[in-house]
């Protein structure tokens, strides 16, 4: 028979919380996430404050993701989809690469359901230095080495770290700092003038 008062191991969710775990109630505590990062930032967010806007226990939040920086990747993850969005990169002509990489990107920050997340990682990555590794090595993990894997040029990696350099600093200044006029731009237009920069970076 198991003692009642006996300790639970770290980490384990109460027995409450277990009953109500699934994978509809992680997506839950993912969406909470993204609006609490979105709207108080990294620092100002805690686990409890997901789990109270997810209406689940804390203890259910360190149950599926053990730590803020992982909630916080998951989270990043959740927006970017990289399963979907990397595949789509890669698919069609070598020599359309990067205005597929353009199109894609800029797509992903003109979509209202993942701006202000996103939003939220960059703002977040550039004043906090555990925010910024996380998203560090997210982009690295999950979509440079992927697009680096299939890049048959010299130094692929930096290549696509480059490639990377360019269209998050452009996601700075049109999204973030709303630089005049890239900010007001038609997303072809940008499209259109940044895709032959992508491409030498990736296969010049």
Same mark, same amino acid.
């Given at each position: ?9 770290? #980490? ?9 775990? #699934? ?68 698919? #069609? ?13 800029? #797509? ?54 480059l490639a990377a350099a360019q ?16 900010a007001s731009a038609e997303v ?10 992508l491409q030498t970076y990736l296969?010049?």
């Amino acid at each position: 028979m198991t003692d009642a008062t006996a300790p639970r191991r770290r #980490g384990r969710p109460p027995r409450t919380a277990e009953s109500a775990a #699934g994978p509809a109630t992680r997506d839950r505590i993912l969406i909470a996430a993204r609006t609490e990062f979105a709207e108080r930032g990294y620092d100002k967010t805690s686990m409890r404050g997901i789990a109270r806007a997810a209406g689940v226990d804390a203890a259910l939040v360190h149950h599926y993701f053990g730590t803020k920086d992982e909630v916080f990747a998951a989270s990043i993850e959740m927006s970017f989809e990289p399963a979907m969005v990397v595949p789509r990169l890669l698919e #069609g002509p070598p020599d359309q690469l990067g205005e597929r990489i353009a199109r894609v990107f800029l #797509g992903v920050w003109e979509d209202e359901r993942t701006r202000a997340p996103l939003l939220a990682v960059v703002r977040s990555a550039l004043t906090h230095e555990g925010a910024a590794k996380v998203l560090r090595g997210f982009v690295l993990r999950h979509l440079l080495r992927r697009i680096a894997a299939e890049l048959s040029v010299p130094d692929p990696t930096l290549r696509a770290e480059l490639a990377a350099a360019q269209m998050i600093g452009i996601a700075i200044l049109r999204y973030v700092i709303e630089a005049e006029p890239l900010a007001s731009a038609e997303v072809e237009q940008v499209v259109s003038l940044v895709a032959p920069t992508l491409q030498t970076y990736l296969t010049g």
